[in-house]
């Protein structure tokens, strides 16, 4: 099974790399490659190290989900950032972005926050459970 999910995988990175090759400019793709990188390397991954050190302090059965629970939020935050200020927007063209971005962006968090609070509750009162009968 793995084979097969492995080969599978290789025939669509095949293909992936085909229509970038054979319809995409090189130079674009590379532009935006390395500013990929540059964005992970220069600005999530410090973020990330840094909800890390904020969260070092918790009690170690909630420490895992508020820290997944953040880096969650600032992915979803930054990748819809950009409809919540509205950028591309146009008064002649209100079909461009017609959504309620930032009351959808509100749900979103508010679902990664009770997400994080029922995986917190759920480890903390394990934890306890467990060292009450003495496993801990």
């Known amino acids: 099974m793995k084979i097969a999910v492995f080969g599978a995988g290789l025939a669509l990175i095949a293909i992936g790399v085909r229509g970038v090759v054979a319809n995409v400019d090189a130079v674009v793709w590379l532009a935006w490659f390395a500013g990929a990188a540059v964005l992970h390397d220069g600005v999530l991954v410090p973020l990330v190290l840094a909800a890390g050190l904020a969260t070092g302090r918790l009690p170690a ?8 629970g953040l880096i969650a939020a600032g992915c979803v935050c930054a990748v819809a950032l950009p409809l919540v200020l509205g950028y591309g927007r146009r008064a002649d063209e209100p079909s461009r972005l017609p959504l309620p971005y930032g ?17 917190v509750a759920v480890r903390v009162r394990t934890a306890r459970r467990a060292r009450r009968e003495g496993r801990a």
């Open 61 to 68: 059965p909630a420490r895992q989900a508020v820290r997944a």
């Open 103 to 119: 009351r959808n962006l509100a749900i979103v968090l508010a679902l990664i926050t009770v997400a994080t609070a029922v995986t």
